[in-house]
């Protein structure tokens, strides 16, 4: 069955004291959220074991921003698996946009750390997306599919979460249309094995537009940077109106 999974995915923001600042604040409205919905946070690795700590018994899910194929090795800067389910991740977000601007992800490494993640039981959440000059060329479907084509091969459709995040809409606020995106997602799940894979939308999603998104049938979850970081706007997103 398709889950609705909300994340946030804080990027580089908050420190560890900001990060339980925060939790403190949104605490109770992840309590209120309807117990079909997964709460995801998506944190900076120095946040996650504070934040796990505090979360024993809460409905919060635990979510990394990265992780490397290797279960251990000289790879400076990286994270394995194993680091991250020790203190009780749940998720991980691989192949975003920012990680393939500007980190030299490509389809390769993507398809490997997936792999990594399902290896180490983790459940990846694979980002993909087109720029505004794909977008302008008609090349929207195409290069989603191909990206989808490439990062999925060999990777087990039922542990799985698929974010779609078009460029041009990330930190713009300039949201997809909510019909448009739909559609997106819609093909995105007719080329998939596994038709009931949670794929969320993600870019300038906030408490003003999560419920007509939400209400679009193909739209299992967001992915949700800034609006993720203040617990009135995150609270607000995670209640959103059914
Ligand atoms: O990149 C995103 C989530 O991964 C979206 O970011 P914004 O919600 O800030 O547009």
Known sequence: MRKIILAGNWKMYKTQAEALEFLEGFKPNA???PENREVVLCVPFTAL???SKNLHGSRIRLG???IHWEEAGAYTGEISGPMLTEIGVRYVIIGHSERRQYFGETDE???LRLKAAQKYGLIPILCVGETKEQRAANETESH???QLEKDLVDIDQTQLVIAYEP???IGTGETCEPDEANRVIGLIRSKLDNKEVTIQYGGSVKPDNIDELMAQPEIDGVLVGGASLTPDSWGKI???RA
Do not use: F, R
């Open 49 to 51: 074991s504070d934040l």
């Open 31 to 33: 309590e209120d959220a």
């Open 167 to 169: 460029i041009w809409a």
């Open 64 to 66: 990394a921003q990265n």
């Open 144 to 146: 989603i599919l191909g």
């Open 109 to 111: 490494t993507v398809n």
């Open 238 to 240: 995670v209640n959103y």
